[in-house]
């Protein structure tokens, strides 16, 4: 099992920036990829960006791109993502989620997840 522990949120205005971090423990050994995903009230959970443990392949939705920074710290087991011009479409609760087998853009890839942080972005 792989256990994921998600902080950094907040409220902030739009145009600021915000750093979310992820924690993981457990059989951490067995991770291949890490993702970011996101959930706005009354929609799906939607893909925001996912690395590889051990390359450092990066993927990111088009909504993000240019925006948003996934980075990792594989000694202290820690990923980041760094949100840069937030708008307050980027509000929703953001999930870290983790992938023992897969690297993808979909919640099926993913096998352990946390149990989220909300950022709120005001206009």
């Known amino acids: 099992q792989v256990q994921l522990v998600e902080s950094g949120g907040g409220l902030v205005q739009a145009g600021d920036s915000l750093r979310l971090s992820c924690a993981a423990s457990?059989?951490?050994?067995?991770?291949?990829?890490m993702g970011w995903f996101r959930q706005a009230p009354g929609k799906e959970r939607e893909f925001v960006a996912t690395?590889?443990?051990?390359?450092?392949?990066?993927y990111y939705a088009d909504s993000v791109k240019g925006r948003f920074t996934i980075s990792r710290e594989n000694a202290k087991n820690l990923v980041y993502l760094q949100m840069n011009s937030l708008k307050p479409e980027d509000t929703a609760i953001y999930y870290c989620?983790?992938?023992?087998?897969?690297?993808?853009?979909?919640?099926?890839?993913?096998?352990?997840w946390g149990q989220g942080t909300q950022v709120t972005v005001s206009s």
């Open positions: 690395i590889t443990w051990s390359s450092g392949s990066l």
């Open positions: 989620a983790a992938s023992s087998g897969s690297y993808g853009y979909t919640t099926y890839n993913y096998n352990y």
């Open positions: 457990g059989r951490t050994y067995s991770v291949f990829a």
